[in-house]
């Protein structure tokens, strides 16, 4: 059974960082994609990032490139999301999730994705 945890989320000041966390258990990940995707109140789940566990390869969305940066520890497996520069618009819950048969065209499809953390509060202040 895939289990994901995520932590790390927390109350920031516009400009500022944090780094979120995904601990991941259950079964080998190798052939997995792994993304973060975030939801605001009112708004539907979107996509932040995705990367894929075994080449590291990755993937952001243009609305967090340049500011957010996603990697992963094969050793730990742990899923992490350095975000940088924060903005108010990125004040959302963060879910870490795990796809284990991803395709290009579907590594920021929220319906790819199996498995799901319980999310984790992010709130940036202005």
């Known amino acids: 059974q895939v289990q994901l945890v995520e932590y790390g989320g927390g109350l920031v000041q516009a400009g500022g960082s944090l780094r979120l966390s995904c601990a991941a258990s259950g079964r080998s990940f190798s052939n997995f994609a792994m993304g973060w995707f975030r939801q605001a109140p009112g708004r539907e789940r979107e996509p932040v990032a995705a990367i894929r566990w075994s080449t590291g390869i990755s993937y952001h969305a243009d609305s967090v490139k340049g500011r957010f940066t996603i990697s992963r520890d094969k050793a730990k497996n742990t899923l992490y999301l350095q975000m940088n520069r924060l903005k108010p618009e990125d004040t959302a819950v963060y879910y870490c999730?795990?796809?284990?048969?991803?395709?290009?065209?579907?590594?920021?499809?929220?319906?790819?994705?199996?498995?799901w953390g319980q999310g984790t509060q992010v709130t940036v202040s202005s």
């Open positions: 999730a795990a796809d284990p048969s991803p395709i290009q065209s579907t590594m920021f499809s929220v319906r790819a994705y199996e498995y």
